[in-house]
């Protein structure tokens, strides 16, 4: 070493080997396993007082202010990914400890939708609402006087048979239909009525495409003076509109009920082949959407009324059809089944 330095050699950069203390930074910043442990690393090698930054203020040649800047941007850089690295496996870690993943896309909520008997329940009640009508609703668990004998049914009625009705004793039944409604409400109520009863009913029957042994129905009872079959016709022509539009026909057969007299039935065009025949509607382009008919005198002096003096209609559909019909749902089963597929397309 010469006492006199030399201007063009200052001796600070043969202090400082460059390459070696970035190899030693760089090992080191690689063995760093804490952002912790890396922040004290990033002092002793990039810190105001490391032996880098003293070189670098200390430097007076400009080729090796260039090497000593090359090394602390390459440090800096290096730092800087170790930073993100160690900060990312950091929050890995505590993503898997937590078992929650922040970042994750969020659950799609499911927005439901009404049940389509739901939806045809709430339609029926509110095109009845709108004619006038009050809402009732009956026990499920009848007796054989209102579910049969009120009701006019003939003592050898095959429906009395418990090979088609669910019995609970000789005397109880799950009803079979929602008509007993149409006594409650002629028992509690001094006519004129014009009443809607809507519920479950059952019925022993096994399951197939268009036969499940819960279903839902709706009874509809209008009892004044000089009711006409006119009356009944119009009526169900308009409930038929508002269930399924004005582009399905409607057409009335005659038919039986014991209650009734006349008795008819409405058919509703075949929404699925558009009234050509298919199988859901066994290749007649029909569907048979309940039963109707005059309230038979029978039926008004089971409940103490003048079958001279008053006249009146009554009607009874299934939701269950009316669904199928409004939506073209070939099958009955979907609309019991677990398996959503069918449903949430409604
Ligand atoms: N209760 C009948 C059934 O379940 C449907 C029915 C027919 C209801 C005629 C009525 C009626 O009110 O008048 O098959």
Not at 171 to 197: A, D, F, G, K
Not at 212 to 237: C, M, N, S, W
Request: hydrophobic letters at 35%; one cysteine or more; aromatic letters at 8%.
């Amino acid at each position: 070493m010469s006492s006199k330095p030399d201007r063009t050699e200052p001796i600070t950069v043969a202090a400082v080997d460059a390459a070696g203390l970035q190899d030693e930074a760089l090992a080191a910043l690689a063995g760093a396993s804490t952002l912790a442990e890396l922040t004290e690393l990033r002092t002793r090698y990039l810190g105001r007082r490391s032996e880098l930054k003293q070189a670098l203020r200390e430097v007076r040649d400009r080729e090796t202010g260039m090497t000593l800047n090359a090394v602390r941007e390459r440090l800096e850089q290096a730092f800087a990914e170790r930073e993100t690295q160690l900060e990312r496996e950091q929050l890995e870690e505590r993503l898997t400890a937590d078992g929650f993943d922040v970042t994750l896309p969020g659950e799609e909520l499911r927005i439901g939708t009404l049940h389509p008997t739901t939806q045809i329940r709430r339609i029926v009640e509110d095109a009845f609402l709108g004619l006038g009508y009050e809402i009732r609703d009956d026990r499920e668990v009848e007796t054989v006087e209102y579910n049969f004998d009120k009701l006019a049914f003939a003592p050898t009625h095959p429906t009395r048979s418990p090979r088609d009705t669910l019995f609970l004793d000789e005397n109880t039944l799950l009803r079979t239909e929602t008509s007993p409604s149409q006594i409650h409400q002629l028992e509690e109520h001094e006519p004129p009525v014009y009443m809607v009863s809507i519920g479950r009913v059952y019925r022993r029957d096994d399951i197939d495409a268009t036969h499940y042994p819960i279903f839902h129905q709706f009874e509809g009872l209008a009892v004044d003076r000089g009711i006409t079959l006119a009356d009944l016709k119009g009526t169900l022509l308009r409930v038929a509109r508002v269930l399924f539009g004005d582009d399905r026909r409607v057409r009335f057969r005659t038919h039986f009920f014991p209650f009734t007299e006349p008795s008819i039935e409405p058919d509703v065009s075949c929404g699925i082949c558009g009234g050509a025949g298919c199988r859901t509607c066994k290749f007649t382009g029909w569907t048979e959407f309940g039963g109707a008919g005059m309230v038979d005198p029978a039926v008004f002096e089971n409940v103490g009324l003048d079958p001279e003096k008053w006249t009146g209609f009554a009607f009874g559909c299934g939701l269950e059809r009316g669904a199928q019909l409004r939506f073209n749902i070939a099958e009955v089963r979907p609309l019991w089944s677990p398996d959503l597929r069918v449903l949430r397309q409604f």
